[in-house]
């Protein structure tokens, strides 16, 4: 049965296997506020495999951000800010306050929301005594999963407006009335703590009767969209077809997609988009066909300390993520192989820019707008 987006604002959007779940949790067994730990879901295991991790050490949180158990730019914001709790009750002198966050800051440089959260534990932190640091701790990365969550909620709605009118648009137009909607890698709940941000408006226009379906780029070299999005769509019974990073275009020239939403990992002053690789060439094809091309993006992803998407530090990661696919055997074993010859090199930029230019608007927590605004919605920046 549909739910209203008040019910769902109460109990959050993200059910696997008809449970409520958020991706990164306090694990409620511990008693001691200097015995702590965190819960969450190994996303590296998705979709063919449910594992939740304990963590309780910043060292196992900031190989959980590394390794992508955890990833998605908010929620690696989440994860950083609850890195710092674990590390103030190792230790909370000013010496493990200023290696904590050095090491944080280094597990991923591209995603702003780990640098904003890391800044936002310290400038916390640095004013108390060590012995008031591990409570303070806890609350303000228990605040930031919570201000997360109703960031991600306000997305929803202000996407859910678009989203109607696209539809009443598209149904006088076309004679179909489904609503066709490509998105890159996976900006839903599982990248956040919970909703997600491109994925936010389509659960809300679901919920909200509107006829839709996903075209969901599989996004390699990790996949993210055909293990990680299809599998949120399918545990919300959203209709969806993976297709492959070289399809989008041809669809488009089709006339088979209606619209493109797709998150980010930071937004410039200007309105340059950094997202996953491969978002660039999704916008260009985009433009080329006249398709609106929407980014979804709370607050804490626009880096107002800069202005131009180049200034933006790529993560290159291993090339091993290109060598190798992860799947599941027909005996249910997990398994990589590599798919390149022996000897060749691969390259691994984890992602690319996309030129203001190229962006219809940007749905932020504030509402909807061109890039070129998003400084007058944000004026105290
Ligand atoms: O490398 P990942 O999986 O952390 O990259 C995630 C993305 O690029 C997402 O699109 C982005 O973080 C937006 S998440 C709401």
């Known amino acids: 049965m549909k739910k209203n987006l008040n019910q769902l604002k109460l109990q959050g959007i993200m059910q696997i296997n008809n449970e409520n779940y958020r991706?990164?949790?306090?694990?409620s067994s511990c008693g001691n506020m200097n015995d702590q730990a965190v819960k969450i879901i190994d996303q590296t295991l998705l979709p063919h495999r449910f594992e939740i991790r304990r963590l309780s050490t910043l060292q196992e949180m900031v190989t959980a951000i590394m390794t992508m158990q955890v990833r998605g730019a908010p929620l690696i914001g989440a994860a950083a800010a609850?890195?710092?709790?674990?590390?103030?009750?190792?230790?909370?002198?000013?010496?493990?306050?200023?290696?904590?966050?050095?090491?944080?800051?280094?597990?991923?440089p591209t995603a702003v929301n780990l640098r904003w959260?890391?800044?936002?534990?310290?400038?916390?932190?640095?004013?108390?005594?060590?012995?008031?640091?591990?409570?303070?701790?806890?609350?303000e990365a228990a605040l930031i999963c919570n201000e997360d969550v109703a960031l991600n909620q306000a997305i929803a709605q202000r996407g859910l407006t678009l989203l109607q009118a696209l539809s009443a648009r598209h149904q006088n137009r076309t004679s179909t009335n489904t609503l066709n909607i490509l998105t890159h890698c996976n900006a839903g709940w599982l990248a956040t703590v919970d909703w997600g941000t491109a994925l936010a408006p389509i659960?809300?226009?679901?919920?909200a009767g509107i006829t839709l379906h996903v075209w969901v780029d599989e996004t390699r070299p990790r996949n993210q969209g055909a293990s990680l999005t299809a599998w949120e769509?399918?545990?919300?019974?959203?209709?969806?077809?993976?297709?492959?990073?070289?399809?989008?275009?041809?669809?488009?020239?089709?006339?088979?997609v209606d619209m493109v939403i797709v998150g980010a990992d930071r937004v410039t002053k200007n309105g340059d988009v950094c997202n996953k690789i491969g978002t660039y060439l999704k916008a260009l094809a985009a433009f080329d066909n006249h398709i609106p091309f929407y980014v979804a993006a709370p607050s804490p992803s626009i880096d107002w300390n800069i202005t131009h998407g180049h200034e933006i530090e790529i993560e290159a990661r291993s090339e091993d993520e290109v060598a190798y696919i992860t799947g599941r055997l027909a005996d249910g074993t997990l398994a990589s192989v590599?798919?390149?010859?022996?000897?060749?090199?691969?390259?691994?930029?984890?992602?690319?820019?996309?030129?203001?230019?190229?962006?219809?608007?940007?749905?932020?927590?504030?509402?909807v707008c061109a890039p070129s605004d998003l400084a007058t919605l944000f004026p105290e920046n």
């Not at 004013?127 to 303070?136: M, N, S, Y």
């Not at 659960?203 to 919920?207: G, I, K, R, T």
């Open 82 to 108: 609850y890195g710092v709790a674990l590390a103030m009750q190792e230790d909370a002198s000013n010496i493990h306050l200023d290696y904590t966050a050095k090491t944080l800051l280094a597990s991923r």
């Open 338 to 367: 590599n798919v390149l010859p022996t000897g060749s090199r691969a390259a691994n930029p984890a992602f690319d820019i996309t030129p203001a230019r190229l962006v219809t608007g940007i749905i932020t927590e504030r509402g």
């Open 233 to 256: 769509l399918r545990q919300h019974g959203i209709a969806h077809t993976v297709i492959t990073d070289n399809a989008g275009g041809h669809l488009m020239q089709l006339g088979q």
């Open 117 to 139: 959260a890391v800044q936002r534990m310290l400038s916390h932190l640095q004013a108390l005594p060590p012995e008031q640091r591990v409570a303070t701790a806890w609350a």
């Open 23 to 27: 991706s990164i949790w306090l694990d």
């Open 203 to 207: 659960y809300a226009a679901f919920e």
